[in-house]
């Protein structure tokens, strides 16, 4: 984790969005849970009707005894979407297993739409999978496929290459495989507004983060 950096203003869209979130307008926000509880909370949502997203990536475990499983695992460890009115924040956080609502002070911190539309689409046609979130890096753009428009760092793992998309609010990232041909350059935004956890309690704060 880089260290502290000075307050700043929040971008022109996390504006708009804070205000939207002030007027009470339904958006997305992360749920922050108890550990290894996601799917669970993600149930106890369903049953009290309330519209929620948990992103799940399959992976392959070999357990002690060397008997291996295939698992659906979170995608964004200690994280559950919800698609709520702000006012409506305390249905959540009566959920069992769920310890906050990402934000800042009293003002929940809002997801774009577009990067939680985009994760659905692309979960089920594309290999996704966690990776380290990232602030500093090669940045490329998505210009074709189902994840078009998304931004983030460039790798390269044996011979594909792997896009990282970092969703700020929660500083988190996961690692796209993509095709080179569908990538072009993309200059970040030095002036991006992130979430730091500035407690052990959970994510919280708006910093920026570093320039390129």
Not at 41 to 52: F, G
Request: hydrophobic share 40%; proline share 8%.
């Amino acid at each position: 984790m880089q260290s502290s950096l000075a307050r700043h203003l929040p971008t022109e869209p996390l504006v708009e969005q804070l205000a939207a979130a002030r007027k009470g307008s339904a958006a997305w926000y992360a749920a922050y849970t108890n550990s290894h509880h996601e799917k669970r909370v993600a149930s106890y949502l369903t049953e009290r009707q309330i519209e929620s997203f948990l992103p799940l990536y399959s992976t392959r475990r070999r357990w002690k005894n060397r008997c291996q499983m295939n698992l659906e695992m979170p995608l964004f460890p200690n994280y559950v979407f919800v698609h709520i009115d702000p006012r409506e924040r305390v249905h959540v956080l009566e959920v069992p297993g769920v310890l906050s609502i990402v934000g800042s002070g009293r003002i929940l911190m809002p997801l774009p739409d577009f990067e939680i539309e985009t994760l659905r689409s692309g979960l089920g046609q594309r290999n996704i999978e966690p990776h380290p979130y990232l602030v500093v890096g090669e940045w490329v753009r998505i210009k074709a496929g189902p994840m078009m428009g998304m931004e983030g760092v460039l790798l390269r793992k044996k011979n594909n290459f792997r896009v990282v998309l970092a969703l700020d609010v929660i500083m988190q990232s996961v690692a796209v495989e993509v095709d080179a041909d569908d990538l072009e350059p993309a200059s970040k935004c030095a002036s991006r507004v992130v979430l730091r956890p500035i407690s052990p309690g959970g994510p919280t704060g708006i910093q920026p983060c570093r320039a390129l």
